[in-house]
């Protein structure tokens, strides 16, 4: 039975990161116009949400590039 649910929880993390990569993105951070006002690129989003001297809420991915693809869509 171990098995059974080792291979059930790896399906509903495979689904989970599936989410993410259909569109499901992380905060916008349009949610906070006034701090991130001309915010253009990953390394600006960095200097704050980077784990190793945070500002804002430190960021559990900082070796992924993309920052402003997966956080500045649209409020919904």
Do not use: W
Not at 14 to 26: A, E, F, R
Not at 31 to 57: K, T
């Amino acid at each position: 039975m171990p098995a059974v649910m080792r291979f059930a929880a790896v399906l509903l993390l495979l689904g989970l990161g599936g989410c993410y990569y259909l569109g499901m993105h992380g905060p916008s951070i349009r949610q906070f116009p006034d701090i991130h006002a001309g915010v253009s690129e990953d390394a600006e989003c960095l200097e704050c949400h980077h784990p190793d001297h945070p500002v804002g809420p430190p960021t559990s991915h900082p070796e992924f590039v993309g920052c402003l693809k997966c956080h500045n869509d649209d409020i919904r």
